[in-house]
């Protein structure tokens, strides 16, 4: 059986890349970026390192099951 590939667009560079059908990293121009498949299909989306304030005024918003 042939490996399937999908293809998706980058934006970063605007180019379209081609993947097998998995999550995973990427890095596009020094950009980090994660292929995964969400309700609007596959698609690559930057990722964002943020501080440990950003991530409990997050949980904040979004509630979180670890909250103290």
């Not at 999908?6 to 970063?12: D, G, L, N, S, T």
């Not at 890095?27 to 969400?38: A, I």
């Amino acid at each position: 059986m042939k490996d399937e590939e999908i293809e998706v667009r980058c934006p970063v560079c605007r180019k379209t890349h081609k993947f097998k059908p998995e999550v995973r990293e990427f890095w596009c121009k020094r950009k980090h970026l994660v292929l995964l498949k969400d309700r609007h299909g596959w698609r690559l989306m930057e990722v964002k390192v943020i501080t440990e304030r950003e991530d409990r005024e997050l949980d904040k918003i979004w509630g979180s099951k670890d909250e103290d």
